[in-house]
């Protein structure tokens, strides 16, 4: 039998976007990976009636496991614990050494901003310290303990899993949770599921939908597997959920994949092109440096984004100003006024320059019109030249018209680099041919 | 009486995060806006039965709108069309003018790849072309148009309005929907609300629920007030909702917060860090330059992400490797020898050589351990030094131990900048005096 479970997102500050949410989809991944059915995820404001409401909703689709993040912090809209409490008909009642241990923690939070109330904060935190009859206590990383609060005893209703908000303390939390016996009893009734991903640059999402319609019609029982198609800063995925007995089929349609895509298939293990990236450049010992104008430093931030990225990172120039682009990255004045800022000879003068004033082997240079504002008739809002150089004399140069905002073209203009630069180095996938 | 809303988010991409949901939070803010009372947000994979159960669950809790996004594209698990015209009840037919309208507008990715075999595109996309009986049908933007299904006839239930799944389609595919009558007739029945944020910088959000307190103590009737409060990236929002008959209330319970939190309190009209600093250079005249290390270009990205940027951004060098930090940078190699790379010298010699190599006005200068390793005793994982230096001999400079992993600093600093960046250009608020 399928496990199957749903998150509950709280908070009006998720709700409305002022946050962006990563609990669900962490969670998500962890659920998956332990082969249990994640159907919804549900955000909800910061009112006990709807966070009650999202549990009902689940319990009522027969979720067996319902995990809940948000809403354990001091402030008075902070309330999930009482709900969940209310909803699993279990009274609360203060745990003395919980709060105890609470109020050591704070201890930090005291010294750091002296001038605060001792006895407000006490007060603001005393009830996090209020735990349901019967329900397990997960110790708190931030100030706020979890909760695995069973369902109404005779009942057979979900587990709800209470976890803070802040993702820091979420996924340590989570961890522990998963090791509680009440847990890991409603874990041992999940199917195990294979998942594997393949990943695309370069070509437009519904040439996967005839790749489908053509492993159908090639005798690929594609219904066994569960395969969804997303497009995502211009990259394709094609995840594959599968019961571990459809290995065969799964295997056979990952074979039409790579025989229609050969050359814009680039992972097929999980990893993003800045992984690759990132190892190609380790694997050889060699360095990498930008030289920016349109995308303001996004390449480099998201070549940095890496633990241990000092290894192959030496820097980055962005060369907002053109007099930036002359004097510091080395572009000659003269290149500038006779084809304008943004052009192939300027991007090359600038990974040229990142190459010889940040003393890397692999220079990126790009220029371009993010908008709204800028464009021409000949070099419209989105016109981006790239130009990535290797000290060895390898290029790869390109320039693309990137539809959409200024964020669009900022953000695709990066993923185009680093795919450019995977290409360089790795000479193959990732890249339509031309 | 009150308007309720839900929106339902589709797509497996969405539900295990591969694809951060951004429109789940920008339609919150329109139908807000619009008095609409946003109770939840579902995000469902592309099960038809999941998306079912979603419009079910806000049709049983008394919403009289719901918004849907995504699932409209051209592959088979794009749904939505189908399920919600199954579920109010009103069979589709294929709209044959609408059908040539969207191949017309496929007349542009054939063109760009243009070894795809037209007829596959025809088929994938000639679904989009089915329309419910009785819907209003959107123009598209892109390839998919949007739907306005009315609930069966004769029942009271929701207004389905069903839109695409990429935000640069859905954006302005949603402006047009509020101006068809049968959405209008809807939002007629809303009540107006007030919505004002007030944001602070440098206090922990305890404090907030202390001022809560504090005004209601003090005879503030904040019931009448709907207060959410939330920490972003080190920053707390306050958020409140109110008709606009409690204006007087809200009022008194603004000047508390204005009273408490003078010196953190940095925006009450909407305003983020980013346009006050834009703002406050443009204002003056004035250009900026930084010289990054850990944050490895995330604060040129940020100052770059605004429209116009090029007015007084000069540019940035990002100064990952101790080598560029001296050779480009400017910063006295003896500095670094003397003091370590992270150090107030090596700040504020960063912040220098970015006014002296990229000719700004205001300098910023970080350096830090962003983690996972290189943290000693002395200098601890976390660790960042701030140096803001404005030619005029105006200076921030600061040190900070920022808790959490290599995002977390990276992400905490880019803030910590901007905000002394903006103290020191405005003068006031955003940082607690110390």
Same mark, same amino acid.
């Given at each position: ?29 962890? +659920? ?10 549900? *955000? ?28 354990? @912090? ?10 969940? %409490?209310?909803?699993? $008909? ?7 050494? +919980? ?23 006490? %007060? ?29 005893? #005779? ?61 159908? =019609? #090639?005798?690929?029982? *594609? =219904? ?50 800045? =992984? ?31 633990? #241990? ?9 962005? %060369? ?24 192939? $000879? ?11 004033? +940040?003393?890397?082997?692999?220079? /990126? ?18 016109? /981006? ?25 900022? =953000? ?7 795919? +450019? ?7 193959? #996938? @990732?890249?339509?041919?031309?």
């Amino acid at each position: 039998m399928s496990l199957r479970a749903g998150i509950v997102v709280t908070g009006t500050e998720v709700l409305t976007g002022r946050v962006v949410d990563r609990n669900g989809p962490w969670l998500s991944d962890r +659920l998956t990976e332990l082969g249990v059915e994640h159907a919804y995820t549900l *955000i909800v404001g910061d009112r006990p009636q709807d966070v009650h409401d999202a549990l009902r909703f689940f319990a009522e689709r027969g979720c067996d496991l319902v995990v809940t993040s948000g809403g354990l @912090g001091p402030t008075e809209d902070d309330l999930t614990a009482q709900v969940v %409490a209310d909803f699993q $008909q279990r009274p609360v009642a203060l745990d003395v050494p +919980l709060e105890e241990r609470i109020w050591k923690i704070l201890e930090g939070v005291r010294s750091r901003w002296p001038d605060i109330d001792e006895e407000a904060i006490r %007060a603001a935190n005393r009830k996090q310290a209020l735990v349901p009859a019967g329900a397990t206590v997960l110790e708190p990383v931030g100030t706020a303990p979890g909760l695995l609060v069973p369902p109404p005893d #005779g009942t057979d209703g979900p587990l709800v899993v209470v976890l803070p908000g802040p993702p820091r303390e979420l996924k340590p939390m989570w961890g522990a949770a998963v090791e509680e016996p009440v847990l890991k009893a409603v874990l041992e009734r999940a199917t195990s599921y294979e998942l594997r991903m393949l990943r695309l640059f370069g070509i437009p999402e519904s040439e996967i939908a005839e790749t489908l319609r053509v492993a159908r =019609d #090639g005798g690929v029982d *594609i =219904d066994a597997l569960e395969i969804t198609t997303c497009l995502r800063g211009g990259e394709v995925e094609v995840v594959t959920r599968y019961e571990p007995t459809q290995a065969s089929i799964y295997g056979a349609f990952e074979d039409v994949v790579r025989a229609r895509h050969a050359d814009t298939l680039f992972s097929d293990d999980g990893t993003l092109v800045d =992984d690759q990236v990132a190892d190609a450049l380790l694997g050889a010992g060699e360095t990498i440096a930008t030289a920016e104008s349109c995308t303001g430093g996004l390449v480099a931030a998201r070549l940095t984004n890496r633990p #241990g990225a000092s290894r192959y990172v030496r820097g980055a120039i962005v %060369a907002y100003d053109n007099a930036v682009k002359t004097a510091v990255a080395g572009v000659d004045p003269a290149l500038i006024d006779e084809h304008g800022a943004v052009s192939e $000879q300027v991007a090359r003068a600038l990974a040229a320059g990142a190459i010889a004033r +940040l003393d890397a082997d692999v220079g /990126v240079g790009i220029t371009g019109i993010a908008g709204p504002d800028g464009g021409t008739a000949e070099k419209p809002v989105g016109l /981006v030249w790239f130009a990535v150089l290797h000290r060895d004399g390898r290029e790869m140069v390109r320039s693309l018209v990137i539809p959409g905002g200024r964020d669009d073209v900022r =953000d695709r203009s990066t993923t185009v680099a680093l795919h +450019l630069v995977r290409r360089l180095l790795l000479g193959t #996938g @990732g890249l339509p041919e031309r």
